[in-house]
């Protein structure tokens, strides 16, 4: 637990010396999101157009990527900040006032990330015949016909297992194992279809510029909203609260 709070203070730390390499770490981790979007639905579609079974097993198992990419390549991902800004406020580490800036920008470098990889997506021209996108855009339209309050918990139960995905790794040894959790973790969530909001943005961007009529902006609303309360409660309080409440005696023995 000590370690997250390492974690929310160096993030912190790179915010307060230029909160534009901040906001650049965040583009990057949304871009990163979006390779694992490509692979992902790409890879399911194959199975999809034959109507087999595996389409959702093997787009979650290669979605695993983009963790990895985030992990190892420095990006800064807002439903992770809901777990280490939190915690790191709990432990009176860090004011409230300071968590919701961190938030705020990180969400929005994640945004401006998840607008250029669609557009870098639109510019290489692989995915003009629809048939190459059919996976993505049947999953964008259960997306969109979700309720609110459905996506709102699948949310919760979504950023709940994305955080103990970056998590459980602290306390493992060597990259092997770690990121082989971080998959796994990965996979549960994409699986079991619940919501993350990052991810769907990046879903929803490159819907956007590849097949316009597909969406809209209420649309992208409609499902934003919840899903991003959603990933903050599950992040801030299924994980922040639930731990600072969980390991509190052992903190203020040492303290």
């Not at 250029?116 to 996976?135: C, H, K, M, P, R």
């Not at 990052?198 to 097949?211: G, H, R, S, W």
Request: hydrophobic letters at 50%.
């Amino acid at each position: 637990m000590r370690e997250v709070v390492k974690l929310a203070m160096k993030k912190h730390k790179i915010y307060t010396q230029s909160k534009t390499r901040y906001l650049s770490r965040a583009v990057l981790a949304s871009m990163f999101i979006g390779f694992g979007v490509i692979v992902a639905f790409k890879t399911g579609n194959y199975f999809y157009l034959v109507h087999s079974p595996l389409a959702y097993p093997m787009a979650a198992l290669t979605f695993g990527s983009a963790i990895i990419l985030i992990a190892y390549g420095g990006g800064d991902l807002f439903t992770g900040n809901t777990f280490y800004y939190t915690f790191a406020a709990l432990r009176k580490k860090m004011a409230w006032s300071t968590v919701g800036r961190l938030w705020s920008l990180s969400y929005i470098g994640n945004i401006i990330g998840a607008a250029a990889f669609a557009f870098l997506i639109y510019t290489t021209g692989l995915f003009d015949s629809q048939n190459v996108n059919s996976f993505l855009l049947k999953v964008v339209e259960k997306k969109v016909d979700a309720s609110t309050s459905e996506l709102f918990f699948r949310a919760i139960l979504c950023n709940w297992l994305v955080c103990l995905a970056f998590f459980i790794p602290m306390s493992l040894k060597g990259d092997g194992p770690k990121m082989f959790s971080m998959i796994l973790f990965v996979f549960c969530f994409f699986i079991s279809g619940y919501e993350h909001s990052i991810a769907n943005m990046c879903t929803f961007a490159i819907a956007i510029v590849l097949y316009p009529e597909s969406i809209n902006f209420m649309d992208v609303m409609h499902n934003l909203i919840p899903v991003t309360i959603g990933n903050l409660l599950g992040g801030g309080l299924m994980m922040a609260w639930m731990y600072h409440y969980a390991n509190d005696p052992f903190f203020e023995k040492d303290e």
